[in-house]
């Protein structure tokens, strides 16, 4: 079994400043990483993912993310935020088997002006 | 990349009904999840569906509570029984294909 925990519920950033999310993950077999956003009454969607290959995994909207396996993290970087990054954000992990995810908690982040 | 529909997109529903609720993918998979998104909360696996076989419950999760059918590679129903407020919640179906697609999702509210 696999959990994922975002030490993070809420991040408050002012717009332009860089943000990091932070997303930890536990399992015993290997895994696939993703980061998800959803946006106000909206549904999921995928910023990016890390399968295999380049540890560091560029997404869309300027996001990227460092798959870092000794720490078992996966935080989301943004050298520059915008007010429209205002969302939740969603890590996940899949075993690369059975491929159902298990989603951490949210980490709610909201740009001020 | 996958184009996911779900009916109804929403509803309100009696305690005590079912409510069963639709996922169309536009071309065939073999693996479908259902999931769970409880009011200000993350999402929880309730199970998977593959076609020709029985769907696998998550812990917590029950067929009798969550039945889930796969009649084909393109559609699968999750029908919500008996309900009760605490079923409130939004309800997405989701397909892999290197990655998992999501559909918009069903908004449940129990009165």
């Known amino acids: 079994a696999q959990s994922v925990t975002q030490l993070d519920s809420q991040v408050p950033v002012f717009e332009e400043a860089p943000v990091e999310l932070r997303c930890n993950y536990s399992?015993?077999?290997?895994?696939?990483l993703f980061w998800y956003v959803q946006y106000p009454n909206q549904g999921l969607q995928l910023l990016l993912k890390y399968l295999s290959g380049s540890t560091l995994v560029k997404g869309i909207n300027g996001f990227e993310a460092e798959f870092n396996k000794s720490q078992t993290s996966f935080h989301l970087r943004k050298p520059s935020v915008h007010i429209s990054d205002t969302a939740e954000y969603f890590c996940?992990?899949?075993?690369?088997?059975?491929?159902?995810?298990?989603f951490g908690s949210g980490t709610r982040l909201q740009v001020q002006p | 990349s996958a184009v996911i529909s779900q009916k109804p997109s929403r509803d309100i529903c009696q305690r005590g009904t079912s409510l069963t609720i639709q996922c169309q993918v536009d071309?065939?998979?073999?693996?479908m999840f259902w999931y769970r998104q409880q009011p200000g909360q993350s999402l929880t696996l309730i199970a998977t569906?593959?076609?020709?076989?029985?769907?696998?419950?998550e812990s917590g999760f029950v067929i009798d509570k969550f039945p889930i059918s796969r009649p084909n590679l393109t559609f699968s129903t999750l029908t919500v029984s008996n309900m009760s407020p605490e079923d409130s919640s939004i309800y997405l179906c989701?397909?892999?294909?290197?990655?998992?697609?999501f559909g918009p999702g069903t908004r449940l509210t129990v009165l």
């Open positions: 569906a593959n076609q020709g076989s029985e769907a696998t419950y």
């Open positions: 996940a992990v899949a075993d690369t088997g059975r491929r159902a995810l298990t």
């Open positions: 399992s015993s077999v290997s895994v696939y």
């Open positions: 989701s397909v892999d294909r290197n990655e998992q697609f």
């Open positions: 071309s065939q998979v073999t693996m």
